[in-house]
């Protein structure tokens, strides 16, 4: 009935053994408690079997797929091991796409993405206690940026964890995952599982969509009961994020207040990108005449060489504008908290406008004065409709001033970023990328590192919704891999990672993993040698290097011919933007070592200023 046992009795290792023994000791526990405990026992239980009668039979395995399954969820990102080798294989064999990673982080980290892009929650699969520690970033990542995902594990045996008894990869690992994700649940016995996965499921994506962690303990997936019964305990979620209508005094009154308002702006966030209510949001900046800013997730919703985009006149409208309308985007430490001289505070109050679907966001940093409560699809829709035919739009004077300063910075933009120095710098291959995805709008950009992240997100356009990938509201490294392998997984197109040098080694693994699943993506390492840059010194002349300073000269392509990938060491502009061209023309796995100047960073790209001081002078 195990197929793990046997595929790998042969020739076990120690921790093998340790591992099968527990395993074993796991299943004749089981087995043995089936026989003890009416609420697993199969002669007693209503929907368990009777062995004379000899019905078709299901198992808790069967049951989470067939639950995931019911609800339209055909992939799983995750890491086997005891005790979900086989749930993994049985997925496998039951038509769902299995994509195994080489570290649980990258696994939850391709969940979230895949959340992010289909409104469907990620699914990641770890074993117990490490492996679900290692997912466990992931899940409280995609908490924090709102993507929906669900994070199972496996666990140990509640009776052995609870006292404390020192079980193979003992911990509690739902008291952990609590706060650190949106809900939290256990399944205990098999005919819970569809309650499970549905509680699950609408956790996770209705709402603000955040991260939920189901906790499978290892002796459920054995349970059996009829297939009958199985099929009947199973739940197809109706409506999983059912709409929310904003209230009719909430939009007249954010519209009153746009109506009065001379110098409007729009703030598109990534809540806006996941809403998939792309034609109305168009259809809103568009008949408003209104200037746009798009967070770095949001790019591609309008395309960024749209007339309204006032990204490269980014402080003048933040600190000009009067009337600022938040689409799904919070006022945190990405927009200055909504205040300061980023948004110009000697020039009086702003007034907000906020779009979002949760209430308790409202008023977070500074007061909202028209909250409009609901989904961003019925919003807008409701202020769309709301303005009629006879609206005015956005004074010209104001957009005016906007169009001057934008074509100005453009036009100095352009000209940096036509020069072609040697070594490269951050402006020469990011024009390189920049062209690539003009020439194929239809990629998805995925993005990590400092200096490499800034740029790269102001110069590389966007012109299609949801093809930017970046490292969110925490600005964390790691995404980077894992993301692009959902990317490409979720979509079938060609994915372009952006990756700084230090931010692509938190991932860097997973080359093996595009390879082995032959995946569209192009990996390009931004090689300045170092965290930010790589020119630190060790101050006290003892023989280790600075601590933000790696290997000179290090060879990442290297690591993915080792996989059978394409690697290609690119030293001009030139040769970038070969290698980048017949990568996404090709599709095949790739990575582009771009050598850039070592002295191009700065310390922490444009949040230096958040890095703290030290008041002591030595
Ligand atoms: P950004 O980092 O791009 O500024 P944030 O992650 O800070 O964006 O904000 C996203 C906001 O969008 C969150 O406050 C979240 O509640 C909201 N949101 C997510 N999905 C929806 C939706 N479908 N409708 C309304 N609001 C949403
Ligand atoms: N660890 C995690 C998980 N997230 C982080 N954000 C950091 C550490 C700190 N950090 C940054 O904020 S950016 C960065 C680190 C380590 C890497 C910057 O170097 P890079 O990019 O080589 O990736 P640039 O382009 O050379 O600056």
């Known amino acids: 009935m195990n197929s793990y046992d046997t595929a790998t009795m042969q020739s076990p290792t120690r921790a093998q053994e340790r591992g099968l023994e527990a395993h074993r000791l796991m299943l004749g526990d089981c087995q043995q408690r089936c026989a003890t405990f009416p609420e697993v026992k199969s002669e007693t239980h209503p929907n368990m079997t009777n062995d004379t009668q000899s019905p078709e039979m299901t198992d808790g395995f069967h049951l989470v797929i067939d639950a995931l399954k019911l609800n339209d969820i055909d992939t799983i990102f995750g890491l086997p091991g005891i005790p979900v080798t086989d749930l993994c294989r049985m997925a496998q064999a039951e038509g769902m796409r299995v994509i195994s990673f080489r570290h649980e982080q990258h696994a939850g980290n391709a969940a979230a993405a895949a959340g992010f892009l289909t409104q469907k929650p990620g699914i990641c699969l770890t074993v117990s206690a490490p492996g679900f520690l290692n997912g466990l970033t992931a899940l409280s990542n995609a908490t924090v940026n709102c993507f929906p995902m669900i994070l ?294 995925v993005n990590e590192g400092a200096n490499t992240l800034d740029f790269a997100r102001s110069i590389v356009d966007m012109y299609q919704p949801r093809k930017r990938l970046d490292v969110g509201t925490w600005g964390i490294m790691g995404i980077g891999m894992g993301f692009a392998v959902a990317a490409a997984v979720v979509t079938g197109k060609p994915v372009i990672a952006i990756e700084g040098d230090s931010a692509f080694g938190f991932s860097g693994m997973e080359v093996e993993t595009i390879c082995r699943y032959n995946l569209p993506i192009c990996v390009v390492v931004f090689n300045n040698n170092g965290v930010y840059r790589g020119t630190d010194k060790n101050p006290s002349g003892s023989k280790d290097v600075a601590p933000t300073v790696f290997v000179k000269n290090a060879r990442y392509d290297k690591l993915m011919e080792a996989f059978g990938g394409v690697g290609v060491n690119a030293t001009t502009a030139d040769e970038l933007a070969k290698a980048l061209a017949e990568a996404v023309a090709s599709g095949k796995p790739t990575l582009i070592n771009a050598v850039i100047d070592e002295t191009a960073g700065t310390e922490s790209g444009r949040i230096a200023s958040l890095n703290p001081q030290s008041a002591v002078k030595k």
């Not at 939920?212 to 999983?240: C, H, N, W």
């Not at 202020?383 to 957009?399: C, I, N, Q, S």
């Open 152 to 445: 199972i594990s496996g666990s140990s045996e509640r009776e052995i964890v609870d006292l404390q008894q020192g079980d193979y990869e003992e911990m509690d690992q739902l008291a952990i995952a609590k706060p650190l994700c949106k809900a939290a649940f256990r399944v205990l016995h098999a005919e819970d599982i569809g309650v499970g996965i549905a509680r699950a499921i609408r956790a996770a994506v209705s709402g603000r969509p955040g991260g939920v962690y189901l906790d499978l303990p290892a002796k459920l997936f054995a349970q059996t009961m009829t297939a009958e019964a199985g099929k009947k305990s199973l739940i197809k979620v109706i409506d999983p994020a059912p709409r929310q209508i904003p209230a009719s005094d909430a939009v007249k009154r954010a519209l009153d207040l746009l109506k009065g308002a001379k110098r409007p702006l729009i703030l598109l966030g990534k809540g806006a990108a996941y809403a998939q209510a792309d034609a109305d949001i168009r259809a809103l900046v568009e008949k408003t005449g209104i200037p746009y800013l798009p967070m770095s997730m949001a790019k591609g919703l309008l395309p960024d060489t749209h007339a309204q985009s006032a990204a490269a006149a980014r402080s003048y409208v933040l600190a000009e504008a009067d009337v600022v309308v938040l689409v799904g985007a919070r006022l945190n430490w990405l927009l200055s908290h909504g205040k300061g001289k980023t948004w110009g505070q000697d020039k009086g109050a702003k007034q907000f406008i906020q779009i979002d679907i949760s209430p308790t966001e409202i008023d977070s940093n500074v007061a909202i004065a028209a909250p409009l409560i609901g989904d961003i699809g019925s919003c807008v829709a409701a202020l769309l409709a709301g303005m009629g035919d006879g609206w005015t739009k956005a004074p010209a004077d104001w957009t005016g001033a906007i169009a001057e300063r934008r074509e100005k910075n453009l036009a100095k933009m352009a000209v940096t970023l036509a020069l072609r120095p040697s070594p490269m710098n951050f402006h020469s291959a990011l024009s390189v990328i920049r062209d690539q995805v003009k020439a194929r709008p239809d990629a998805i950009v």
